[in-house]
């Protein structure tokens, strides 16, 4: 970490705070959670949060003691088992450690089924300023496939119980492509998206994660992989219908609430956060298996919660591994990240042979050159990733 030393202090700083605990799990996820069987008597809330402060006051003394946090971000896990208090509690371990910037950005994940309007109350006075709801689809049967324990109709009633406590910014969350899920299904879950008082919705393609029990499932046939030119379909149905609604793209996977005279995002819909991500800024991830990023150097903590805690108490930070990125490494990133973005990816961020490359995309119809930037065309979106490769190869 001795890279760290060096940290401008005018970079944008995030927070990401990662909860580890979920009720039960589902089979399609592959991130860092447990269930408290799992967990046994090895971890709890309690040592968890120890732990987090502990990070948090480490973080601080490492990144610079004036340093602003533009942004805060609670996932998980399920950060809601917390409940309001104990999200209130980690939102203020937070300020007890680091000054938040005028106007910072406080998001927390939620499972439609752990809140209530008393829950988002305690949030809004806590000082959280956006809230991001999983859904994943108002089809019951798509649900089940996917062991979503929520019942559709639940992440509609919890996103207005959070607008009615005051929350302006609010998310829910789309999968689509799932087996079994059908072009009526999906548009029944944009639909009832459009229902309710939110400015960003988030939307992404099934992906079969190896070691998830999604996977076991594809793997014995019980179940066929998603197909990709149905996706591609889904794909434009979402965007389509999301557009005529008044939401645009800023990112491939992501919509926020469009401003009328312009077409571009309201200030504010936007996810502030994960645009850090997205153009490489710092952030600094605190909790099991959160993974950080401060002035070119990349690292990610332990993954179980009881050998993470144990770390911090024994004065040691819980790093399971770094990296220092390369020149080459770091421009990877900006292709690959930046195109993703409305805004698209600068030219001179290029050299001459990958701007020939890029040119040739453009012929192609996958790229338009808008200004100084290149940026992916309605087409060129359903197969991002694609471009990127032929850019850099």
């Known amino acids: 970490m001795a890279a760290l030393h060096a940290v401008d202090d005018a970079r944008p700083l995030g927070l990401y705070l990662h909860v580890p605990f979920c009720a039960t799990r589902c089979g399609y996820c592959d991130f860092n959670t447990y269930t408290a069987g799992e967990l046994g008597s090895s971890s709890s809330p309690q040592s968890w949060m120890e732990g987090v402060r502990r990070e948090l006051d480490a973080a601080a003394e490492l990144v610079s003691p004036v340093r602003k946090v533009s942004t805060v971000f609670v996932g998980g896990g399920t950060p809601s088992l917390l409940g309001g208090d104990g999200l209130g509690d980690l939102l203020g371990a937070v300020r007890d450690s680091f000054d938040l910037a005028d106007g910072a950005e406080v998001t927390t994940e939620s499972n439609p089924e752990s809140t209530s309007p008393e829950f988002f109350a305690t949030l809004r006075e806590a000082g959280y300023t956006r809230i991001s709801l999983g859904m994943q689809s108002a089809a019951q049967h798509v649900l089940s496939v996917l062991e979503r324990t ?49 400015d960003h919705v988030s939307a992404y393609a099934l992906i079969v994660e190896d070691g998830t029990a999604f996977a076991r499932k594809v793997r014995r046939g019980e179940v066929p992989m998603p197909d990709d030119d149905v996706l591609a379909a889904r794909y434009e149905m979402l965007d389509e219908r999301l557009s005529q609604a008044g939401l645009t793209w800023y990112e491939v996977s992501n919509w926020a609430r469009a401003q009328e005279h312009s077409g ?81 990816l600068a030219v001179d961020a290029l050299d001459d042979r990958e701007r020939m490359r890029a040119d040739v995309a453009v012929a192609a119809g996958l790229l338009v050159r808008r200004g100084d930037a290149y940026v992916l065309t309605d087409r060129g979106r359903l197969l991002a990733d694609g471009v990127v490769r032929d850019i850099l190869d």
């Open 150 to 198: 929520h019942t559709p109709g639940r992440a509609l009633d919890a996103a207005r119980e959070a607008a009615d406590a005051g929350f302006e910014h609010l998310n829910l969350d789309l999968i689509y492509g799932t087996p079994g899920e059908t072009d009526d299904d999906l548009a029944a879950s944009i639909d009832a998206v459009l229902s309710v008082p939110i």
């Open 264 to 344: 571009l995002p309201e200030p504010g819909s936007t996810c502030r956060h994960n645009e850090m991500y997205w153009r490489s800024d710092d952030w600094w991830g605190v909790g099991p298996g959160a993974h950080s990023h401060v002035n070119g150097v990349r690292w990610w903590n332990q993954k179980h919660p009881a050998t993470y805690s144990a770390s911090l108490a024994g004065g040691v930070l819980p790093v399971a591994g770094q990296e220092i990125l390369t020149l080459e490494d770091a421009h990877t990133e900006t292709v690959m990240l930046r195109l993703r973005m409305r805004d698209g």
